[in-house]
């Protein structure tokens, strides 16, 4: 049985205009507690995301929160998912490119965003991980075996 990333999306998007600050964006993570925006450009395509780490460095750098967020957030080169993709596929992405959450598109449209906090909280994603690195270890202490 396969887990796909359909079955961890916990909302809707929340996403964010490109002409919009980072206080806004501080605003809505705050009032909404995520730690993620999704940035649309005036026809509403994804085109970035806005983290909170993304605010934080930013600060630190001496940025302003009146900053547009495509200055401080991540635009382009989205990392995505689709929602039928496999709940071990989208941690091998978030692990290969060392990010926490991942846009979760379906063709053109935006479907959700998830995190790594919601692949480890379902219980049976992880005891199916498990299963799945125990049948690996296993295939590989067989085909060693001479």
Do not use: W
């Amino acid at each position: 049985m396969s887990f796909t990333v359909d079955k961890v999306i916990k909302r809707e998007p929340l996403v964010i205009s490109e002409n919009a600050r980072v206080k806004d964006a501080v605003n809505i993570m705050s009032r909404e507690n995520v730690g993620i925006l999704v940035i649309v450009n005036n026809a509403g395509k994804p085109i970035g995301v806005i983290s909170e780490r993304d605010v934080i460095k930013a600060l630190a750098r001496g940025k302003d929160l009146n900053a547009k967020v495509t200055e401080v957030g991540t635009v382009g080169n989205l990392i995505t998912v689709g929602p039928k993709d496999s709940i071990y596929r989208a941690a091998l992405l978030m692990n290969d490119h060392k990010i926490r959450h991942l846009v979760v598109m379906d063709g053109d449209k935006l479907r959700g965003v998830i995190s790594i906090r919601d692949i480890i909280s379902e219980e049976r994603v992880i005891s199916r991980l498990a299963e799945l690195a125990e049948a690996r270890s296993s295939e590989a202490e067989v085909s060693g075996a001479d």
